[in-house]
Every structure is written in structure tokens, then in C-alpha cells.
């Protein structure tokens, strides 16, 4: 798998360089000709540009979108509006899911596990955090103007504000009595959205059992804290 990620940060790095490139020039040029615009001005205009590209990153999502269309990309979408939730659930805890659910895992491969914590995000913003992905979609598109094409996902989760976001977005299942009160609710929410994923019926080997849900609720807090305090 290639080390850059898919994502709109690369036309967001792509259009920061730029601005860079031309208002370089365009300070040289203003200190050389002694032009009306002073340097403080000409700085502050480079700023509000840099600045604008977040509020116009809707614009950047749509042209990253056309593109991958038009060249057929089959690369995940780690960081869209709909996936970013999953997408930091999964680096923040997957070494909690690998050895919770090991049969899922071996037979149906890595596909299988990201459609579990799909089902894990939509438990989430349905019934603990409905802000989570635009919020952590603002973020990345902070970052995105900062980092560029650059930005990986340690950047995301050693981000303070993404971390405040995923910590409250998990909160409910990072307590101590999650195994024993959530596991039944969570393994149904859960196996419903795999089957819906995966366009199956009841029962099926793919589907999550509430013991399973229990081990990963378990390993969850330890492995969450660990993946982000070596990010930070």
C-alpha cells in the first residue's frame, strides 16, 4: 500500500504551495520596486489566503472527488465526511479488534474489519457524538492547509483537538461497566450495519456475539490511550 494517503489534502498542499510560490515573489518584488503595498500588507493578504482555504475546503472536497472518479481510484477514503470517524476509530483501536474477533478477521480478511468499525462509527454518531465527523472533518481541515500532502494519520491523532473529539465520541464505551452494560446493545448495532454492508441475512459467521464485543470493550481503553499518547 503506498505511504500517501487519499484525500483532498493533497489539492489543499498543492494550492498552499502555490500561494506561497506567488506571494514569495510578489515580496521581492514589492521590496525591490519600493511599491505601494507594504511588506505588513502584503504578509497579512498571504495570511487571510492560507486562512481561506479552510473555509473553501468544500470546494477542495469536490474537486478531489471528480478526480477520483474520472481516474477510477479504488484507494479508501480515509478522511471523508463519512468515513473520517471510522477511519480514527480504526488506527486508534484496531489492536483492541484484532484479538477480539479473530475468526471475523482470518476468514473475511481486513475488508471485514473496517466494515466493523463503520458499524462502530454509526453506533457512535448515532447514539453518543452526532457532531464527531464534522468536527473532525474541521480539523483535517486545519491540518490539511498546514501539513498539506504530507498529512498522515498520526498527524490526525496526535492533533489535541481530534483527540478531545474521539475521547468524547467514546467516552460511553472507554467505562469501566462498558463489557457489562453496552456489549448486548453494541454487538446488535454493530452486526446489523455489517450485514447491511456486507448484503446479508441473519445469522451469519461475519456478524459479532456479545462476548466478542465484551473482549474488545475490554482491551479498548488500554490500547485507545496507547495509540494516542504515542502519537502525541
Partial sequence: MSAALRGPHHFVGTATAVTEMVFKHLHALCE???????????????LQVLRGYVGAFNFFES????????SAASAPALFSRDTILASLLSAGSHKAARPAFPNQISRFGEV???????????????????????????????????????????DLLKDKNAGVI???AVAPLLAASAPATLASK???????????????????????????????L??????LHVALAEAA
Fill in 32 to 46: 525591490k520596486q519600493g511599491g505601494s503595498i507594504s511588506l505588513a500588507e502584503l504578509d497579512a493578504a498571504r
Fill in 218 to 223: 475490554t482491551w479498548l481503553p488500554r490500547q
Fill in 112 to 154: 471485514w474489519l473496517a466494515q466493523f468499525f463503520n458499524g462502530l462509527a454509526l453506533y457512535v454518531r448515532e447514539q453518543v457524538c452526532p457532531t464527531a465527523d464534522k468536527r473532525l472533518n474541521d480539523v483535517y481541515a486545519v491540518l490539511c492547509v498546514k501539513l498539506g500532502a504530507k498529512l498522515s494519520m498520526e
Fill in 63 to 70: 474537486c478531489h472527488q471528480n478526480c477520483m472518479e474520472a
Fill in 186 to 216: 453494541l454487538s446488535d448495532a454493530v452486526s446489523q450495519s455489517i450485514a447491511a454492508q456486507r448484503g446479508i441475512p441473519k445469522p451469519d459467521i461475519s456478524k459479532v456475539i456479545e462476548s466478542e464485543i465484551k473482549n474488545y
Fill in 166 to 168: 474521539l475521547r468524547e
